[in-house]
């Protein structure tokens, strides 16, 4: 059992590549209640059944001041009780030749609605800005309903090949896009080692982002190691194709070459004066990777990467990049001491370039640009017998200042401002 409570405040946290992108008088709000509830029962050591059930109970409210964009409408949101819960139930078999996953799970989100709409006054003094005709309704439910099916058999015929032939299934059903979706979602991987160094991976599935309780669930998040949920918007439609290859070339050197593809569906509500429909657009997200990590000794680790990331957007719904072409190459040492004590020190180079903004009428997308780096380091001392570990860091160290995208919009994994940070980590036996 698990209890969960989270009460929050924060403005705009998306980190958008051009400073006058920011919503400076943007306000969250959010309280957050949840429980949790797990069972586990093995009928046999190959045969296996997993339950869960949660609940969550919260609240949310978005609100705007004025900021310096003139005549731009805004919407704040008050969504006053919110009422989620799921239930998911899971079989695990074990076999010398099939290792099956199979389960399935039904969630519901209730919610209503009330929002206002504002323009933001104009810079130059006289009579206020006349609001455009839109029809907004002042309440609007916001209910999902979500039942999925799913089986992951992994088959191992020859003793170094693992192949998922899998699938699952999604019935969802959205008062807030007006829409029902039945889809069929198939699932392909393989994980061959033809020597004991050497690792191909290979994968190909599709995928239907659905509503979750407390963002978990028990279906695998993975197919031959690849991630196959993110966290798009709800009802988006994607399919994935990836393919890797993980070598070890000493007992100290491992390295390896991944690259994935995305082509998303992602539904939106169009807001007219005729009325609201919803509408798709058509998403392509490319990223490659490739690493080399070596440990020469006990107390030392070096690691170097490269990750690359394309994207490619619809203009109408750009969520703040209508193309980006990004690169990064994080540099990293690690230092161990036997009486427990480590440090860490990582440097990146950020290189950037695209089409940003249009978050808002008055912000037009444009192209920009911009290289930098990085310097993030930690001290870490591990408590006597394993109790836990005791962190003190920064990040962006040197406090550079920077323009750049994050594709993330709920987590950016950098900000341009130095953070510092202490950790306490305590592991009773």
């Known amino acids: 059992a698990e209890y969960r409570y989270r009460d929050a405040e924060y403005g705009d946290l998306t980190l958008k590549f051009f400073p006058e992108s920011?919503?400076?008088?943007?306000?969250?709000?959010?309280?957050?209640?949840?429980?949790?509830?797990?069972?586990?029962?093995?009928?046999?050591?190959?045969?296996?059944?997993?339950?869960?059930?949660?609940?969550?109970?919260?609240?949310?409210?978005?609100?705007?001041?004025?900021?310096?964009?003139?005549?731009?409408?805004?919407?704040?949101?008050?969504?006053?009780?919110?009422?989620?819960?799921?239930?998911?139930?899971?079989?695990?078999?074990?076999?010398?030749?099939?290792?099956?996953?199979?389960?399935?799970?039904?969630?519901?989100?209730?919610?209503?609605?009330?929002?206002?709409?504002?323009?933001?006054?104009?810079?130059?003094?006289?009579?206020?800005?006349?609001?455009?005709?839109?029809?907004?309704?002042?309440?609007?439910?916001?209910?999902n309903e979500h039942t999925n099916l799913y089986a992951y058999p992994n088959i191992n015929l020859l003793r170094n090949m693992t192949i998922t032939l899998g699938a699952s299934y999604d019935h969802a059903d959205s008062k807030f896009l007006d829409e029902d979706r039945d889809q069929f979602n198939p699932k392909l991987g393989i994980v061959w080692n033809p020597i004991p160094s050497t690792t191909f991976r290979a994968a190909a599935f599709r995928t239907l982002k659905r509503t979750l309780v407390t963002q978990q669930t028990l279906e695998p998040t993975q197919v031959a190691g690849f991630n196959q949920f993110f966290d798009d918007e709800e009802l988006t439609e994607t399919w994935h194709y990836g393919g890797a290859i993980d070598q070890k070339f000493s007992s100290s050197i491992y390295g390896g070459l991944e690259f994935t593809y995305r082509e998303l569906t992602v539904p939106y509500v169009r807001v007219a004066v005729t009325g609201n429909t919803t509408?798709?657009?058509?998403?392509?997200?490319?990223?490659?990777?490739?690493?080399?990590?070596?440990?020469?000794?006990?107390?030392?680790?070096?690691?170097?990467?490269?990750?690359?990331?394309?994207?490619?957007?619809?203009?109408?719904?750009?969520?703040?990049?209508?193309?980006?072409?990004?690169?990064?190459?994080p540099l990293g040492i690690n230092v161990f001491h036997h009486s427990g004590l480590s440090a860490s020190l990582t440097t990146t180079y950020y290189n950037q370039s695209g089409d940003f903004g249009g978050y808002f009428a008055t912000d037009p997308i444009r192209h920009g640009d911009d290289d930098f780096w990085l310097v993030d380091m930690a001290i870490n001392y591990r408590l006597p017998k394993r109790f836990g570990f005791f962190?003190?860091?920064?990040?962006?160290?040197?406090?550079?200042?920077?323009?750049?995208?994050d594709s993330d919009l709920n987590n950016a994994s950098i900000q341009p401002d130095r953070s510092v940070f202490a950790?306490?980590?305590?592991?009773?036996?």
């Open 22 to 143: 920011d919503f400076f008088g943007l306000t969250n709000t959010s309280k957050e209640s949840s429980i949790r509830l797990g069972a586990r029962h093995s009928f046999s050591p190959s045969s296996i059944i997993l339950a869960t059930f949660a609940y969550q109970d919260s609240e949310f409210r978005q609100t705007h001041e004025p900021f310096p964009q003139p005549g731009v409408p805004l919407l704040d949101f008050n969504e006053p009780d919110q009422e989620s819960y799921g239930g998911e139930l899971q079989h695990l078999f074990r076999s010398r030749y099939v290792n099956l996953v199979s389960g399935g799970g039904y969630f519901d989100f209730d919610s209503t609605v009330d929002q206002s709409l504002t323009v933001a006054p104009p810079l130059i003094p006289g009579p206020p800005a006349t609001p455009p005709t839109i029809d907004v309704p002042d309440e609007f439910d916001v209910d």
């Open 279 to 329: 509408e798709r657009a058509d998403w392509d997200e490319y990223n490659g990777r490739a690493y080399l990590f070596w440990t020469p000794t006990e107390w030392l680790s070096l690691r170097a990467e490269y990750l690359w990331e394309k994207l490619d957007r619809d203009e109408e719904l750009s969520e703040g990049a209508e193309n980006s072409d990004t690169h990064r190459v």
């Open 423 to 429: 950790r306490f980590t305590l592991a009773v036996p």
């Open 391 to 405: 962190t003190v860091g920064a990040t962006n160290l040197f406090d550079e200042d920077f323009n750049y995208f």
